[in-house]
Structure formats: structure tokens, C-alpha cells
């Protein structure tokens, strides 16, 4: 059975930092390419982060040089160290794992919201 359970999510200033982290299980971790998705009230889910399973990384302009997006394959865990967020960041926070640039599995979601 596969499970993505995310954590580290809350609440956050402007210009603050938050470090998500998603603990995965039932998957062979260390060959999956790992995600990190967000989904704002009335919007499309949206790609933050990707980490492919060589350890190259990949961000959309909206969160380059802010986000960075890590994994640990001896701990199946993939983070988000989320630097200088605006209130446009507030969002449920979900992982996925990605199989043939799809993403397959979802964890539950965190919830992040930025404002002062």
C-alpha cells in the first residue's frame, strides 16, 4: 500500500520560511521521481517542485530561487524549503511520486498559508 504523508505546514509571515517534508512508503523510493504540488482555493493544481531520481531539480518561475526541493532515499523522504513566501504561496501543499511525467500517487496535503 502506498502512502505519501506530508507535514510542516501552518501559518507564516510574509517574507518567512517553512520546510515541508513528505514521508513516503510502499514505493521504491530512491528510482520514483518526487513532486511537490499546491492548489490555491478556485485554481488548478499546480507543480512547485520536481526532483527526478538522479537528483536533478526542476521549478516553475513563480518559485525559482525561493523554493528548494531535497530528498533523503535512506529516509524515503523528499522536502521543500520554502524561502521569502508571499500571501500568493497560500495553498494546500500535496507530494506525489511521478511515473512517465505523471504523477500517480498523492499524499493527504498540508495546508499553507502566508499572511501577516
Known amino acids: 500500500q502506498v502512502q505519501l504523508v506530508e507535514s510542516g505546514g501552518g501559518l507564516v509571515q510574509p517574507g518567512g520560511s517553512l520546510r515541508l517534508s513528505c514521508a513516503a512508503s510502499?514505493?521504491?523510493?530512491?528510482?520514483?521521481?518526487m513532486g511537490w504540488y499546491r492548489q490555491a482555493p478556485g485554481k488548478e493544481r499546480e507543480s512547485v517542485a520536481i526532483?527526478?531520481?538522479?537528483?536533478?531539480?526542476k521549478y516553475p518561475d513563480s518559485v525559482k530561487g525561493r523554493f528548494t526541493i531535497s530528498r533523503d532515499n535512506a529516509k524515503s523522504t523528499v522536502y521543500l524549503q520554502m524561502n521569502s513566501l508571499k500571501p500568493e504561496d497560500t495553498a494546500v501543499y500535496y507530494c506525489?511520486?511521478?511515473?512517465?511525467?505523471?504523477?500517480?500517487?498523492w499524499g493527504q496535503g498540508t495546508q499553507v498559508t502566508v499572511s501577516s
Open positions: 506525489t511520486n511521478i511515473i512517465g511525467n505523471h504523477p500517480t500517487y
Open positions: 526532483i527526478y531520481n538522479g537528483g536533478t531539480t
Open positions: 510502499g514505493i521504491y523510493f530512491s528510482i520514483n521521481h
